[in-house]
C-alpha cells in the first residue's frame, strides 16, 4: 500500500513558475514509476510527466515539455513536478500517482492516487 500526498499547488500569474511536490508513504517508493496527471474541469483526466522507478527514464506531454520537469528523490520518497512559463491552459487540480507495472501515460495503469492540488493561472 502507497499513500501520496501533493502539496505545492497554487494560484500564480502566467509566465510564473511552481513546483509540486509528491510525499510517498512505505518503504518501497523505488519500487514504483511515479506519474503527475492533470484534470480541468469537465475535462478527462492527463498524463503530464512520469518518471522510472529509478529515474533514469522520463516522459512528458507534448505541450509541456521543454516548461515542466519531473524527477524523485529516493532519501525523501518524493516526486516532484517543476512548471515553469505556466499558462492558463495548465490549470487544473493536479494529482500524484504511482504504479509498479512501469512508467506509462495511461491513467489506469496507475494503481495508487494522492488526492490532488490545486493550480490556477491568470492570464
Known amino acids: 500500500q502507497v499513500q501520496l500526498v501533493e502539496s505545492g499547488g497554487g494560484l500564480v500569474q502566467a509566465g510564473d513558475s511552481l513546483r509540486l511536490s509528491c510525499a510517498a508513504s512505505?518503504?518501497?517508493?523505488?519500487?514504483?514509476?511515479m506519474g503527475w496527471f492533470r484534470q480541468a474541469p469537465g475535462k478527462e483526466r492527463e498524463f503530464v510527466a512520469a518518471?522510472?522507478?529509478?529515474?533514469?527514464?522520463?516522459y512528458y506531454k507534448d505541450s509541456v515539455k521543454g516548461r515542466f520537469t519531473i524527477s524523485r528523490d529516493g532519501a525523501k520518497n518524493t516526486v516532484y513536478l517543476q512548471m515553469n512559463s505556466l499558462n492558463a491552459e495548465d490549470t487544473a487540480v493536479y494529482y500524484c500517482?504511482?504504479?509498479?507495472?512501469?512508467?506509462?501515460?495511461?491513467?489506469?495503469?496507475?494503481?495508487?492516487w494522492g488526492q490532488g492540488t490545486q493550480v490556477t493561472v491568470s492570464s
Open positions: 518518471v522510472s522507478s529509478t529515474g533514469g527514464s522520463t
Open positions: 512505505g518503504r518501497t517508493f523505488s519500487s514504483y514509476a
Open positions: 500517482a504511482a504504479t509498479w507495472r512501469g512508467a506509462s501515460r495511461v491513467v489506469t495503469t496507475y494503481d495508487y
